[in-house]
């Protein structure tokens, strides 16, 4: 089950918290903010990408089977 993450000045949600996954996501929206910091820890769902991203970061090509609980 997730959680919604809330913006604490307007309540808009930006996120969901995945405790099962011990994950957040953040949606893509909240990135453009300039104020956002964000460092990315992999790449998930990789097999359906559309912008390819020369860094590091392990890969996930379809999603969370290692972690389902």
């Known amino acids: ?4 993450i809330s913006c604490a000045e307007c ?3 930006v996120g969901n918290a995945l405790p099962v996954f ?12 300039p104020g956002f910091k964000f460092e990315p820890e992999w790449h998930l769902f990789h097999a359906d990408r559309v912008v390819d991203f020369n860094d590091d970061l ?5 999603g969370f089977e290692q972690w389902t609980p």
């Open 11 to 13: 309540g808009g949600c």
């Open 1 to 4: 089950m997730s959680k919604r």
């Open 58 to 62: 392990p890969i996930e090509e379809r």
């Open 22 to 33: 011990d994950m957040t996501t953040v949606f893509p929206m909240k990135l453009a903010d």
